[in-house]
């Protein structure tokens, strides 16, 4: 059972367009990251979020924290080619190790130019 | 500049034979995390460590094992390899001071196992 899960999926947009992705879960997180992922490479970390309702904002890039602490979700504006890559969400789970991550099942991007 | 590696990027092994993965950090960090990637999965923990000689399993830690000597690295070894281990592996990092929120985990590059 993935305790994380992401949609959708798969996603391709052309550029200019706007998208969300979604991560939820039914346990409650203590905090939650984003990752992106590019081709052949390991992931990077865009943003953590750790209170509850929390919003940041990273250029075209939005990202939220819901009030539960169960789900967030990732916005994009204006999407451009260079955003294309496997985003992926990852928690620490409320009560248990802050160092030890569960990642969601990715959200593949492509946006075309 | 601090870095995190692995090698072999690319291995090609047979069944039954014990396989090891390396990876080496410079971030002087306590943690170190072993990753599997497989379509639909994301990232799956196999095991980690907050120090020296200290491991503990994640939650695919079958077939694995790490031993951690040194604070820069963390080998994975499989111990006699299966189909069913070919996946892209990555190790990562994160500094280990504690804290509320998750750390930064930095990961290395991924190498791609595939067991015939």
């Known amino acids: 059972t993935q305790l994380l899960e992401q949609s959708p999926q798969f996603l391709s947009i052309q550029e200019g367009e706007n998208l969300t992705v979604y991560c939820n879960s039914s346990?409650?997180?203590?905090?939650l990251q984003w990752y992106r992922q590019e081709p052949g490479e390991g992931p990077v970390l865009l943003v953590t979020?750790?209170?509850?309702?929390e919003v940041k904002k990273l250029k075209r890039l939005t990202f939220q924290f819901g009030d539960a602490r169960k789900d967030s979700s990732l916005h994009i504006t204006a999407a451009q080619p260079g955003d294309t890559g496997l985003y992926l969400c990852?928690?620490?789970?409320?009560?248990?190790?802050?160092?030890?991550?569960?990642f969601g099942t990715g959200t593949l991007l492509a946006v075309q130019p | 500049d601090a870095e995190i590696t692995q090698s072999p990027r690319h291995k090609i092994t047979e069944t039954g034979r014990q396989v090891t993965l390396a990876c080496h950090q410079t971030?002087?960090?306590?943690?170190m995390f072993w990753y599997r990637q497989d379509l639909g999965h994301g990232l799956r923990l196999i095991h980690y460590?907050?120090?020296?000689?200290?491991?503990n399993k994640g939650e695919v830690s079958d077939g694995y094992s790490v031993s951690r000597s040194n604070t820069e690295d963390l080998p994975l070894t499989l111990e006699s390899a299966a189909s069913s281990q070919t996946s892209v592996y990555f190790c990562?990092?994160?500094?280990?001071?504690?804290?509320?929120?998750?750390?930064?985990?930095?990961f290395g590059p991924g190498t791609r196992l595939l067991v015939l």
């Open positions: 971030w002087n960090h306590n943690n």
């Open positions: 346990s409650v997180f203590s905090s």
């Open positions: 979020v750790v209170t509850g309702g």
């Open positions: 990852a928690g620490a789970r409320y009560g248990g190790a802050t160092n030890k991550l569960i």
């Open positions: 460590s907050y120090g020296v000689q200290d491991t």
């Open positions: 990562a990092s994160s500094e280990g001071v504690g804290g509320g929120a998750a750390e930064t985990q930095y």
